[in-house]
Nanobody, 121 residues
Framework: QLVESGGGLVQPGGSLTLSCAASGFTLDTVSIAWFRQAPGKDREAVSCMSRSGNPNYVDSVKGRFTISRDIAKNTMTLRMDSLKPEDTGVYYC?????????????????WGQGTQVTVSS
């Protein structure tokens, strides 16, 4: 099970940190990812991390977002800086039994419930 927290309303240029607590398995046995979905649009990948800990980011968030995991706390995190209005959407954490970083929603085995992020002045 994945339980998310940390969404909210933030002004452009601001920061937010999303967290996702895992239970029933440990995060060092899966690859992890964050996705987002804006109204009327498909769910899209934001960032992923392989089982070995190598991160990857889509071009639109490179240099602004940071994915991480804390194995001891069994929690994954997405730090978001320099937020833009186009970052608005529902953010989902996800895990996969794949060894590799994954950016396709169909590869996920488990999903968080989603948390709303709104970037607006």
């Amino acid at each position: 099970q994945l339980v998310e927290s940390g969404g909210g309303l933030v002004q452009p240029g601001g920061s937010l940190t999303l967290s996702c607590a895992a239970s029933g398995f440990t995060l060092d046995t899966v690859s992890i990812a964050w996705f987002r979905q804006a109204p009327g649009k498909d769910r899209e990948a934001v960032s992923c991390m392989s089982r070995s800990g190598n991160p990857n980011y889509v071009d639109s968030v490179k240099g602004r977002f940071t994915i991480s995991r804390d194995i001891a706390k069994n929690t994954m995190t997405l730090r978001m800086d320099s937020l833009k209005p186009e970052d608005t959407g529902v953010y989902y954490c996800a895990t996969s039994t794949s060894w590799l970083c994954f950016l396709r929603p169909g590869t996920a085995n488990d999903w968080g419930q989603g948390t709303q992020v709104t970037v607006s002045s």
